[in-house]
């Protein structure tokens, strides 16, 4: 204080003398005691002072109060008479004049009148009447607060009654130009926003005689640029960035948005708050969300300041989140723009190369939760608050992510642009094919590196085009070019021969693609092929601990479960379950990962209890290292339910997904892709009990957050519409499967393409819903568009394409076309007998299809050639007293005796 005249002023108040204090007069700002040596007005009492210096002020209000006022608990004993509703609409016509602009029609509302008005008016009714507030209060007040703190009613009419007077117009908070931002970097091109803030701003806005402690903006009023334009405005886009930021990213994002957006005023809260008074007066969570809400939801637009690319620091500061919440909830009317700073794309770049998944680790290693705040009781706040918003987290993890992969495509787009080294061009390509399936865009780099490979020796040169041909061979395979994929990584495996020798790991990894392509072409003999022999090289390049290694030697047990041995299968997983165990231990999540694989042998080969020693086994490891609650624990309690399923035990089935479904929402939230994928494996157990209501209410549970996490147009959506679609064929409701399946069908092309394997399922359940409603030619027109994408992509000997012949084959049945019928059941005929051999069931059915059409074309002989074989099968296997076996014979009995 100034004198010691002035303390015992105060204390004649009856009130303690406190520095700063909050009143419920001014609740929204502190109000911080002063002895500024000025005339000035109470803004409670309307009294004007000047001799009498000290008082409370709030200077971000320009709002005074005398000692007198403040020590009353709720403000000044006031008169509260009735109002009329003509002396109301005297009162409020200059304050409405006042927010349109306008000049107030008389020059100054009475002290008394406002006293009388605060006091006697209904406060919803003055509320929802359109009372104008105050530009510098955070937000508007509502009615709650209007019924509670009248007091609150009258502070605001007086600030209000100052913009009347200045007749200055309503307006937002305050934000600053880009070039301030410009202007301070050059000055502190090394600071943090935490040193700018306490080594430059807040010396520079300290309290000065005849003027008090002030923001730095409010330095900068009536301050001009060159061009004429205030270097402060109104904001219209608020800066959240974490204060342990450098001052370079801040400002490098904000010159990336200001060239979208010229013009733009930045709520920036180092420049814009009070930082003196931030930094004296605890505020609270209510009142610092209040202000940030506010101030958002007005001003209309958020730039988050990402950095460092790979693990941004504001996912990691609680009220960053709330920043991001604000505006994610504030229902599209906020325009949330995610930037990380142009340096740090050289930072990209090298992590690129150094490892290809930099990308895809960065966005998998997400996670909002992991965020932290100084106050707990902060923390514990806000992240209830988020739990509240629709999809929680898990939306916010997603809409971050989204954005995020929006930056990073377009940071790696110009650097695929403007590279120029070959080695570079290569690892860019790998990731935009990886992380963004552009396909198309990976391989026109590639090409375009091949060519700038110039003076480079030979083997070098060789080594170089192996690895582009491998990362063709890998773009082939996203698009489901399967052949020229074989290709590609046929020669870069003669190359990388030419130019490293038999024995280096570039031959292992190009063996494994092949046995991987392979496998995809469901040749599963030349994918195993391969494996083995990438699986050697692997041991005798890198070891048999390597990753390398332990991925192979999975392939190879993959291969061997898909050709039917899964005892062979079993002896790899139990080899790399000998490793792991003596490398890791019994109760590592590593083994764990394996004794589930061993389950999943044991499943193909129909031992469901037997796998489900093993899947017990794996939970209880996990449970015991990660945790309950963990997402391995709802994947394997996501694998135990469909065993049970493959069981027929529905109803132990749907115990163990519905406790999957418990665990993923807890782990990963109720709107993550994963919780989806068990939502629609509850929807399969349903179904197969006949529930198909039920099913139909999980399987749009499960569409709906894949469409809110990952897009209408993502091939998981499409996967859900199909379990729909197949759904409403099972009820014989044929024009909604109709309707669900072509839109998976065109979601599948939007984003695979139409020769894309993944289409082949959209096809023929479309085609069956089309054929189930009788429209035979529609339906043919998607079973043949099926049979080409299947025979392009796994050839004439394969599942895919004789399920499409044999759908072909019966619509020709449905529209007497027997002629046609034989030729596509010979063809189906001729996969399942190389797939099962001749003397299968399901080959013997086959055949029983063929004597009947032999025998409708009028080829007795023939047809009489197909029972007899089929009777033989049945007869074998199922005895002579099976139903197929006494079928098949009254078929032969009806052709008669043979001539």
């Given at each position: 204080?100034a004198?010691?005249e002035?303390?015992?002023?105060?204390h004649?108040?009856g009130?303690?003398l406190?520095?700063?204090?909050?009143?419920?007069?001014?609740?929204v700002?502190?109000?911080?005691?002063?002895?500024?040596?000025s005339p000035?007005?109470?803004?409670?009492?309307?009294?004007a002072?000047?001799g009498?210096?000290?008082r409370y002020r709030?200077d971000?209000?320009?709002?005074?109060?005398c000692?007198?006022?403040?020590?009353?608990?709720?403000?000044p004993a006031?008169?509260?008479?009735?109002?009329?509703?003509?002396?109301?609409?005297?009162?409020?016509?200059?304050?409405h004049?006042?927010s349109?602009?306008?000049?107030?029609a008389?020059s100054?509302i009475?002290?008394?009148?406002?006293?009388?008005l605060?006091g006697?008016l209904?406060?919803a009714?003055?509320?929802?009447?359109?009372?104008?507030?105050?530009p510098?209060?955070?937000?508007?007040?509502?009615?709650?607060?209007?019924?509670l703190?009248?007091p609150?009613?009258?502070q605001?009419?007086l600030?209000?009654?100052?913009v009347?007077n200045r007749s200055?117009?309503l307006?937002?908070?305050?934000g600053v130009?880009?070039q301030?931002f410009?202007?301070?970097?050059?000055?502190?091109?090394?600071?943090?926003?935490?040193?700018?803030?306490?080594?430059v701003?807040?010396?520079?806005?300290?309290?000065?005689p005849g003027?008090?402690?002030?923001?730095y903006?409010?330095l900068?009023?009536?301050?001009s640029?060159?061009?004429g334009?205030?270097?402060?405005a109104?904001?219209s886009?608020?800066v959240?960035?974490?204060?342990?930021?450098?001052?370079?990213?801040?400002?490098?994002?904000?010159a990336d948005y200001?060239a979208?957006?010229?013009g733009t005023y930045y709520?920036f809260?180092t420049?814009v708050?009070?930082?003196?008074?931030?930094?004296?007066?605890?505020?609270?969570?209510?009142?610092?969300a209040?202000?940030?809400r506010g101030?958002?939801?007005q001003?209309?637009?958020?730039?988050?300041?990402?950095?460092?690319?790979d693990?941004p620091?504001?996912?990691?500061?609680a009220w960053?989140l709330?920043?991001?919440?604000s505006a994610?909830?504030a229902?599209?009317t906020?325009?949330?723009t995610?930037?990380?700073p142009?340096a740090?794309r050289?930072?990209l770049?090298?992590?690129?190369f150094?490892?290809?998944?930099?990308?895809?680790?960065?966005?998998?290693?997400l996670?909002v939760?992991?965020?932290?705040?100084i106050?707990p009781?902060?923390l514990?706040?806000?992240?209830?608050?988020?739990?509240?918003?629709?999809?929680g987290?898990?939306?916010?993890?997603?809409v971050v992510?989204e954005?995020?992969?929006d930056w990073?495509?377009?940071?790696?787009?110009?650097?695929?642009?403007d590279?120029?080294?070959?080695a570079?061009?290569?690892?860019?390509?790998?990731?935009l094919n990886s992380?963004w399936?552009k396909?198309d865009e990976?391989?026109?780099?590639?090409?375009r590196s091949?060519s700038e490979?110039?003076?480079?020796?030979?083997?070098k040169?060789?080594?170089?085009?192996?690895h582009?041909l491998?990362?063709?061979?890998?773009?082939?395979v996203?698009k489901?070019?399967y052949?020229?994929a074989l290709?590609?990584?046929t020669q870069?495996l003669?190359?990388?021969k030419?130019?490293?020798g038999q024995?280096?790991?570039?031959i292992?990894?190009m063996?494994h693609?092949?046995?991987?392509?392979r496998?995809?072409?469901?040749?599963?003999d030349?994918?195993l092929?391969?494996h083995?022999?990438?699986?050697e090289?692997?041991k005798?390049?890198?070891?048999?601990?390597h990753?390398?290694?332990?991925a192979i030697?999975?392939?190879?047990?993959?291969?061997y479960?898909?050709?039917?041995e899964a005892?062979?299968?079993?002896?790899?997983?139990?080899?790399t379950l000998e490793?792991?165990?003596?490398?890791l231990?019994n109760?590592?999540?590593n083994?764990?990962?394996?004794?589930?694989?061993?389950?999943?042998?044991?499943n193909s080969?129909g031992?469901?209890?037997?796998?489900?020693?093993?899947?017990f086994?794996s939970l209880d490891i996990i449970k015991?290292t990660?945790?309950?609650?963990?997402?391995?624990?709802?994947?394997?309690?996501?694998?135990?339910g469909?065993?049970?399923?493959?069981m027929g035990e529905?109803?132990?089935a749907?115990?163990q997904l519905?406790?999957a479904?418990?665990?993923?929402e807890?782990?990963l939230?109720?709107?993550?892709?994963?919780?989806?994928?068990?939502?629609?494996?509850?929807?399969?157990?349903?179904?197969?009990k006949?529930?198909y209501?039920h099913?139909?209410?999980?399987?749009?549970?499960?569409l709906?957050?894949?469409?809110?996490?990952?897009?209408?147009?993502?091939?998981d959506s499409?996967?859900?519409?199909?379990?729909i679609?197949?759904?409403y064929?099972?009820?014989g409701d044929?024009?909604?499967?109709?309707?669900?399946?072509?839109?998976?069908?065109n979601?599948?092309?939007?984003?695979?393409?139409?020769?894309?394997?993944?289409?082949?399922?959209?096809?023929?359940?479309?085609?069956?819903?089309?054929?189930?409603?009788g429209?035979?030619d529609?339906?043919?027109?998607?079973f043949?568009q099926g049979?080409l994408?299947?025979?392009?992509?796994?050839g004439?000997h394969?599942?895919?394409?004789?399920t499409?012949?044999?759908?072909i084959g019966?619509?020709?049945?449905a529209?007497?076309?027997?002629?046609?019928?034989?030729?596509f059941?010979?063809r189906?005929?001729?996969?399942?007998?190389?797939?099962?051999?001749?003397?299968h069931?399901?080959?013997a059915?086959?055949?029983?299809?063929?004597?009947?059409?032999?025998q409708?074309?009028?080829?007795?002989d023939e047809?009489?050639?197909?029972?007899?074989r089929?009777?033989a099968?049945?007869?074998?296997?199922?005895?002579?007293?099976h139903?197929?076996t006494?079928?098949?014979?009254?078929?032969?009995?009806g052709?008669?005796?043979?001539?």
């Open positions: 204080l004198s010691i002035a303390r015992k002023s105060a004649q108040c009130m303690p406190e520095d700063v204090i909050r009143h419920a007069v001014h609740p700002h502190a109000l911080v005691l002063t002895t500024e040596e000035w007005r109470c803004d409670i009492c309307g009294q002072h000047r009498d210096f000290i709030c971000e209000c320009d709002w005074d109060a000692l007198r006022c403040i020590s009353e608990p709720s403000g006031r008169p509260q008479p009735q109002i009329s509703a003509a002396d109301l609409d005297a009162l409020l016509s200059p304050l004049q006042a349109a602009g306008a000049a107030p008389s100054r009475t002290l008394g009148g406002l006293a009388q605060a006697s209904a406060p009714a003055l509320w929802m009447a359109g009372w104008p507030v105050h510098s209060l955070t937000q508007p007040c509502t009615r709650r607060s209007w019924r703190a009248p609150l009613v009258l605001t009419v600030t209000t009654l100052k009347v200055t117009p307006h937002r908070p305050q130009c880009a301030v410009l202007a301070l970097l050059h000055e502190h091109p090394n600071a943090t926003t935490r040193q700018l803030c306490s080594e701003i807040k010396p520079a806005t300290a309290a000065r003027r008090p402690a002030v923001s903006a409010a900068l009023e009536g301050t640029l060159d061009d334009r205030s270097a402060v109104a904001a886009c608020f959240s960035h974490a204060w342990d930021n450098a001052l370079a990213d801040v400002a490098s994002c904000v200001e979208a957006h010229p709520w809260d420049l708050v009070n930082q003196h008074a931030a930094s004296e007066v605890s505020y609270g969570f209510e009142w610092w209040a202000k940030f101030s958002i939801k001003i209309g637009a958020v730039l988050a300041v990402m950095s460092p690319w693990q620091v504001a996912l990691t500061r960053c709330y920043e991001l919440y994610l909830s229902q599209g906020v325009q949330l995610i930037a990380v142009a740090h050289a930072a770049r090298e992590g690129i150094k490892r290809a998944t930099a990308i895809m680790d960065a966005l998998v290693t996670d939760r992991k965020a932290d705040a106050n009781a902060d514990e706040a806000i992240f209830s608050e988020i739990k509240g918003m629709e999809g987290f898990t939306a916010m993890n997603a992510a954005r995020l992969r990073y495509y377009a940071a790696v787009a110009q650097l695929a642009t590279e120029t080294d070959p570079i061009m290569q690892s860019l390509a790998r990731v992380v399936n396909a990976a391989l026109s780099l590639l090409q091949s490979v110039h003076g480079t020796e030979t083997k040169k060789e080594q170089f085009i192996s582009s491998y990362a063709m061979g890998e773009a082939f996203s489901g070019e052949e020229r290709d590609c990584f870069g003669a190359l990388a030419a130019a490293l024995r280096h790991s570039d292992s990894r063996l693609a092949l046995g991987q392509t496998a995809f072409m469901g040749d599963d030349q994918a092929e391969c083995l022999q990438a699986l090289m692997a005798a390049t890198l070891g048999e601990r990753a390398t290694t332990a030697l999975h392939d190879i047990g993959l291969a479960t898909s050709i039917g005892d062979r299968a079993l002896e790899y997983y139990h080899q490793i792991k165990r003596m490398s231990g109760n590592h999540p083994t764990a990962a394996t004794l589930h694989a061993i389950g999943e042998s044991h080969k031992e469901h209890s037997r796998a489900l020693e093993y899947y086994q015991t990660l945790g309950a609650n963990h997402t391995d624990s709802a994947m394997i309690l996501h694998t135990i469909q065993t049970y399923a493959s529905h109803d132990k749907l115990e519905h406790s479904l418990v665990t993923s807890i782990a939230g109720d709107g993550h892709p994963t919780t989806s994928m068990t939502l629609s494996a509850i929807g399969q157990a349903h179904a197969s006949g529930e209501e099913a139909l209410q999980y399987y749009e549970r499960s709906e957050i894949n469409t809110t996490a990952l897009g209408d147009r993502h091939p499409a996967a859900d519409l199909l379990d679609g197949r759904i064929i099972r009820k044929f024009d909604k499967a109709i309707g669900r399946l072509t839109q998976s069908l979601i599948t092309i939007a984003a695979l393409g139409d020769s894309h394997p993944s289409t082949v399922s959209k096809l023929y359940a479309l085609g069956q819903a089309l054929a189930g409603k429209e035979y529609l339906a043919l027109e998607r043949n049979l994408v299947a025979l392009a992509a796994y004439e394969h599942t895919a394409t004789a499409m012949l044999s759908a019966k619509v020709c049945i529209k007497g076309d027997h002629q046609r019928a034989l030729e059941f010979h189906y005929y001729a996969v399942k007998k190389a797939e099962l051999g001749e003397e069931p399901e080959t059915v086959i055949l029983t299809t063929l004597g009947q059409l032999f409708a074309v009028g080829v007795v047809a009489r050639t197909s029972y007899e089929a009777h099968v049945f007869t074998r296997v199922h005895g002579p007293t139903s197929n006494i079928a098949v014979a009254a078929f032969l009995e052709l008669g005796p043979a001539v």
